[in-house]
């Protein structure tokens, strides 16, 4: 979609209901940290992106800056809550994440990485913290009235991924289509969590260590439908979460839909 912004997608296209998502409004993305002068400039002039929502922590962000995209107000919202990760002693300095492939197969045979792998979608459903960024998240999108909105992480998979099944969510989509959407950023890391789950194999590993590096150098399908689980075990639906823990209603979603919907 772009020359260098990694794993990146329009929402547009997708099929709701009757309806499809709008295109051009609607951006997922990685970092812009590797951006070129061209990707930029789609940004600026095709899109016409006017917010960008970074849900990286400040000093991941600053381990790779955004580079600038002219128009767009930048929005810093870190989903993570690295303040009870430091409490709980299970905080992992920003260095290691950068360089995680590199570690990945080794991570992989620890019990805090298979804790994080099994628990990280759930922590964003549940955590009071991550709620709040995401409720921000959706009602900012809902004060943007014209141009593109784009989201992102490091990798714009999970954090992003939560973003995207929200908004979906909110926009009517059902489970399949939140849970297709989300498996999608597979198709962009399937090579590298091949080869990672073959290193893993080849030092002894089985299918408790190959999950990790699914889930930290792609996306764990399962857990994130646990997590759909977990909402609905606590929530009854969708719906009422959006409501409840992120502002979001019938009335919110319906003014989305007119925007979004086509």
């Known amino acids: 979609m772009f020359e260098a912004i990694v794993n990146a997608r329009d929402l547009g296209g ?3 209901g009757d309806k499809v998502v709008r295109k051009g409004l609607l951006l997922r993305t ?3 940290n590797d951006a070129t002068e061209e990707d930029v400039r789609r940004l600026q002039e095709e899109f ?4 960008i929502f970074d849900f990286r922590g400040v000093p991941e962000a600053a381990l790779q800056p955004d580079v600038e995209v002219p128009g767009a107000e930048v929005i810093q919202l870190p989903t993570l809550d690295i303040s009870a990760e430091q409490a709980s002693g299970d ?4 260095e290691t994440w ?3 492939p590199q570690h990945i197969v080794r991570l992989s045979f620890t019990r805090l990485f298979q804790k994080k792998a099994r628990a990280l979608y759930p922590s964003l459903v549940l955590s009071e913290f991550s709620q709040l960024q995401y409720a921000t998240f959706l009602n900012l999108i809902l004060e943007t009235e014209e141009g593109a909105v784009l989201w992102h992480c490091s990798q714009g998979k999970d954090r992003t991924g939560i973003g995207a099944a929200l908004l979906l969510a909110a926009l009517g989509a059902d489970r399949e289509t939140i849970v297709q959407d989300f498996d999608r950023s597979n198709d962009t890391y399937r090579p590298l969590v091949e ?3 073959a290193d893993v194999e080849a030092a002894g590993g089985g299918e408790v260590e190959k999950e990790v590096v699914r889930a930290f150098m792609g996306v764990s399908v399962r857990n994130f439908c646990h997590a759909l689980d977990v909402i609905e075990a606590n929530w009854g639906t969708m719906g009422e979460y959006l409501e409840e823990q992120m502002a979001i209603g019938p009335g919110e979603c319906e003014r989305l839909r007119e925007r979004y919907l086509a």
């Open 48 to 51: 016409h992106l006017r917010r």
């Open 14 to 16: 997708i099929r709701i």
């Open 30 to 32: 990685g970092h812009l």
């Open 98 to 100: 950068l360089n995680l």
């Open 91 to 94: 905080a992992i300095p920003d």
């Open 195 to 197: 080869r990672l789950c």
